[in-house]
C-alpha cells in the first residue's frame, strides 16, 4: 500500500523513505533521515539529523527527533539516532543524537511504548518493550533495559542504568543504577528498592523457581547486612544450588559488578 505525503508537509529531496510512509500536515524530514515501511509520522513533526528509523513505527503529532545533542561539547560532529520497528511514540517527545565522547549514537530498539513529553537525550540506549510513562526526562548516556517500565515526571541522571524488567515508580528522581527485576521509588533524591518485580515477571511468564530465586538474591542484597561482594559471592552460590534459575541470578550478577555509579540503596 502506498503512503501519504501531505502536501504541506516538507520532505528533502535526499530523505530515504519507503512508499509506504505517511507523512502528515506540516511536518518536516530533513535530508540525513532513513524511515522504514509502514511507519506513520504525525502532524506538526520535525525528523532530522543523522536519523535511521525502522518499520511500522508511529510518531503522533509534535515530536521532535534527531535533534543535535544538547551538550555544549556538541562541536556540529556528524552523529545518529537509530529507532528500531513498532514503537509507539507520542506527543512532543524530543529524541537527540549522539556526541563523539561516547559513541555517536542514541539508539531506541523496538516494540518500546514511549509517553508525551519524554526527552531522551543524546548517547542513551532503550532497549525493547519497554514503557516510559509522560515525562520521563532521561539525560545523556543512559541505558534502560529490555522491558523495564519508568513511571511519569521521573528525571533520571546521566550515566544511570535501569536494570531489565525493573519498574520505576512515578515522580522518582534517580541518581543511581537499579538492578534488573527490581521494584524503586523515592523523590527525595534517594531512590530506594521495593522489592522485586513479581508481577511483572509473572506477566511475561517467569517460572516459579526463578521469582523465588530473585526475591531470595533480593534479601542477600538488600535484606541480610551484607557488602555488595559478600551478596555476589551468595548469588554465585545460588546459581550452583538452583541451575533452574542460573539466568535470571546471572543477569543480576552481571548488572550489579559492572554498575558504575553505584545501585540503588534502602
Not at 14 to 28: E, R, T
Not at 65 to 71: E, L, S, T, V
Amino acid at each position: 500500500m502506498s503512503g501519504i505525503i501531505h502536501p504541506t508537509a516538507i520532505v528533502d529531496p535526499a530523505a530515504k523513505l519507503d512508499p509506504s510512509v505517511n507523512v502528515g500536515p506540516y511536518s518536516v524530514i530533513g535530508p540525513d533521515v532513513t524511515i522504514g515501511a509502514g511507519t506513520d509520522v504525525g502532524p506538526h513533526c520535525v525528523i532530522d539529523g543523522v536519523t535511521t528509523i525502522g518499520r511500522d513505527n508511529r510518531f503522533y503529532r509534535y515530536c521532535s527527533i534527531g535533534g543535535m545533542p544538547q551538550d555544549k561539547k556538541y562541536d556540529g560532529e556528524r552523529t545518529e539516532l537509530i529507532i528500531g520497528d513498532r514503537n509507539t511514540i507520542r506527543e512532543f517527545t524530543t529524541f537527540n543524537t549522539g556526541t563523539v565522547q561516547d559513541g555517536g549514537k542514541t539508539v531506541v530498539g523496538s516494540d518500546n511504548w514511549i509517553m508525551a513529553y519524554v526527552h531522551i537525550a543524546h548517547d542513551c540506549r532503550i532497549g525493547d518493550n519497554t514503557i516510559l510513562a509522560n515525562t520521563v526526562q532521561l539525560a545523556g548516556h543512559i541505558e534502560v533495559q529490555d522491558w523495564a517500565i519508568v513511571g511519569g515526571m521521573t528525571g533520571v541522571h546521566q550515566f544511570c542504568k535501569i536494570g531489565a524488567h525493573s519498574m520505576v515508580g512515578g515522580g522518582t528522581s534517580l541518581v543511581q543504577d537499579v538492578p534488573p527485576f527490581v521494584l524503586a521509588s523515592g523523590n527525595d533524591g534517594a531512590c530506594r528498592p521495593a522489592g522485586i518485580n513479581v508481577e511483572g515477571l509473572k506477566r511475561r511468564g517467569f517460572s516459579t523457581i526463578a521469582i523465588s530465586a530473585l526475591r531470595d538474591a533480593y534479601k542477600s542484597l538488600y535484606r541480610r547486612g551484607l557488602t555488595l561482594d559478600e551478596a555476589c559471592i551468595q548469588f554465585r552460590s545460588q546459581m550452583q544450588a538452583e541451575p533452574e534459575a542460573y539466568d535470571v541470578l546471572q543477569t543480576l550478577l552481571a548488572f550489579v559488578e559492572s554498575s558504575r555509579r553505584g545501585i540503588i540503596r534502602p
